[in-house]
Nanobody
Framework: VQLQASGGGLVQAGDSLRLSCAASGRTFSSIAMGWFRQAPGKEREFVATISSGGGVTRYADSVTGRFTISRDNAKNTVYLQMNSLKPEDTAVYYC?????????????????WGQGTQVTVSS
């Protein structure tokens, strides 16, 4: 599976962005997907995850109520809608493809990673 993330950019606090992650391969609809982020000087952290069928989603406490993960299996794409962005959301965002159909917040669960897309939120 190859992953290509896009949609990052420079926005102001309170703005919205939608990240996309396009996946290659025929197994996309059978695996969970996740979004993680890494800020400068910090470890990579979990943001959101979605099960293979899209029925189960989970979020980090810091983004709950502001971010929404979704997927379109017909398009082999997973999305991260980010609303009410804050300066502390500034990071490189990575999409990841899991080792099975169940969602997971652990980076160890994910076998494939995209190249990352930069999100910068100014105050």
């Amino acid at each position: 599976v190859q992953l290509q993330a896009s949609g990052g950019g420079l926005v102001q606090a309170g703005d919205s962005l939608r990240l996309s992650c396009a996946a290659s391969g025929r197994t996309f609809s059978s695996i969970a997907m996740g979004w993680f982020r890494q800020a400068p000087g910090k470890e990579r952290e979990f943001v959101a995850t979605i099960s293979s069928g899209g029925g189960v989603t989970r979020y980090a406490d810091s983004v709950t109520g502001r971010f929404t993960i979704s997927r379109d299996n017909a398009k082999n794409t997973v999305y991260l809608q980010m609303n009410s962005l804050k300066p502390e959301d500034t990071a490189v965002y990575y999409c990841a493809a899991g080792g099975g159909p169940s969602s997971s917040g652990s980076p160890k669960y994910y076998n494939y990673w995209g190249q990352g897309t930069q999100v910068t939120v100014s105050s």
